[in-house]
């Protein structure tokens, strides 16, 4: 039997490197004689490089630049952040420009944005004691000097926005 043989190669993620794949026809076809057998031989699992521009991107350009490369094992974890836009990219698991197989795990950490918190009442507070209490929250203060014919000098006659309200840390 007078056989061509042609080398061909493909990335694999069960197959070792240089270890036969498939074989082209199938064992037990029956072929003419002058026929050419391809003999694929893996390449190992495929590798890609990791972009250097994720973090500070939105979290939806980030995603589609890596699977754009190749990487398909994407998991996201949200934080509060403050100062930060929803959907920003604030780290990931991945070093930029890395070489990492295209299924192995990138994990991107994302700001949910400033978080929640309910508004502390400071009401009848001295100014330095409301500051803290705000402080804690990340709350920036704007003092109003007011008069009040009820309420003692030096303590806060009012705030806004009211005690108790939904707002956001920053």
């Known amino acids: 039997i007078d056989l061509a ?7 694999d993620d069960t197959v070792a490197v240089d270890h036969v794949i498939r074989v082209n026809p199938e064992m037990g076809q029956r072929i003419r ?4 057998v391809t003999i694929t031989t893996s390449l190992g699992v495929e590798h890609h490089e990791v972009p250097a521009d994720l973090v500070g991107n939105d ?17 996201t974890e949200e934080i509060y952040r403050t100062g930060t836009k929803v959907g920003q990219v604030l780290d990931s698991s ?17 700001s949910k944005g400033p978080e929640p918190i309910i508004v502390p009442p400071v009401r009848g507070l001295t100014e330095d004691k409301a500051k803290t209490e705000l ?3 990340d709350l920036g203060v704007k003092v109003d000097q007011a008069f009040s014919d009820t309420i003692e000098k030096g303590l806060v006659i009012s705030q806004s926005p ?5 707002g956001h840390r920053g």
């Open 135 to 137: 402080a804690k929250f």
């Open 5 to 11: 043989t042609k080398a061909a190669t493909a990335y």
């Open 59 to 75: 979290i939806k350009d980030a995603t589609s630049a890596l699977t754009e490369i190749g990487f398909d094992n994407l998991k």
């Open 33 to 36: 004689k002058d026929s050419t």
């Open 94 to 110: 991945a070093q930029a420009g890395a070489s990492l197989p295209h299924n192995g795990l990138i994990t991107l950490t994302v």
């Open 162 to 166: 009211e005690a108790q309200a939904n």
